[in-house]
């Protein structure tokens, strides 16, 4: 059982950034092991096709997820505009405008907050082993 991450960018009308941050993400051999990493998108109107919405990451392992959230920082600091993106994990989101150490601590809060459920352990004591 894995865990879905996506990553959304909320002002990205022409799906740069998104593709951006998907080839920065792929360049990355250790992530590329630890996750599926796939583009697609939500938009039903055939006006938008093509356009990029989202980057969906499925981790295998919980205990990984910190990463991705480093991995955006180092692109967002070679970034020449500003967007905020919105990272959701199930029914949780955050959403950060840059890769400050604020908002990379607000993405590893959220990250964080899966990993248990994202081990299938049946443990949820916070042990954080994930093995059972």
């Not at 092991?33 to 989202?54: E, K, V």
């Not at 991705?68 to 989101?93: D, F, K, P």
């Amino acid at each position: 059982m894995g865990v879905r991450v996506q990553v959304h960018f909320a002002a990205d009308e022409d799906g740069t950034a998104t593709a951006d941050l998907y080839r920065w993400l792929r360049q990355d051999r250790t992530l590329r092991r630890q996750a599926d990493i796939r583009l697609h998108s939500d938009r039903p109107d055939s006006a938008y096709m093509g356009a990029l919405d989202t980057i969906e990451l499925l981790f295998q392992h919980g205990a990984v997820l910190t990463g991705l959230a480093l991995n955006y920082a180092t692109w967002w600091q070679g970034r020449a505009r500003e967007e905020s993106v919105t990272i959701r994990v199930g029914e949780a989101s955050v959403t950060v405008p840059d890769g400050s150490e604020e908002s990379v601590r607000r993405i590893v809060e959220l990250l964080r907050s899966v990993q248990e459920p994202a081990a299938g352990s049946p443990d949820t004591s916070g042990s954080g082993s994930g093995e059972t």
